[in-house]
């Protein structure tokens, strides 16, 4: 059973969600060029226009298409900048869980953006989606996804132990690879009941189909 997600853009107070286009390669190149990206992802370093061409382009349009989740770009609604990504990811429609991850850009940090954007996600996927799970998966050391998750509600169900590779620069200036553990966290739709009246205090959300 598989399905695929509509091509939407999802709005907050402060937020735009929505899908990339090429416009977003000089922007997206640059927010995944920062450190905290290249240590906690997998993305290719140095992070190239190239790279981001190819993502935006072909590789999240994929994404979508064959059912495996969805990208969305998120702007700050007020000056239209790039604050970050999130993406919905290893979907299984049968069971109707999905994996959220999600990079902020350097300058957008400390604003509660990663929040924000994760929690109009979710309600997204549990409301208009029906799904019934929404999974988590953050590196021990990254404090700051962490914190988010437990900011939207999201429950601690474990460690996987030595499950992801993190990067750290080691004292020549060169990264190298480095064997952390995994924290599992979870997101039911009940779990939301909380949250949802914070999100409904500032403001709620709204998604438009058809998004172009």
Known sequence: MTGTFPNVSISTERLVLRPFDESDVDA???????????????????Y???????????????????????VFAVDEFLTQRLVGIVHLRNTDWRVRSTEIAYVIAPWARGEGYASEAALATAHWVFHDQKFERLELRTAADNTASQQVAQKIGCISEGVLRGAWIARARGENGE??????????????????????EELADSGGFTSFSNWS
């Open 48 to 70: 190239t226009e190239a790279d981001a061409r190819a993502w935006i382009t072909e590789l999240a349009p994929a994404e979508r298409a064959e059912g495996r989740g969805i």
């Open 28 to 46: 997206f190149a640059e927010m995944m060029n920062d450190e905290l990206v290249t240590a906690w992802t997998s993305v290719p370093q140095p």
């Open 175 to 196: 990264w190298t690879d480095v064997r952390t553990d995994l924290i599992v966290w979870s997101l039911l739709p009940e779990d939301l009941d909380g949250v949802s």
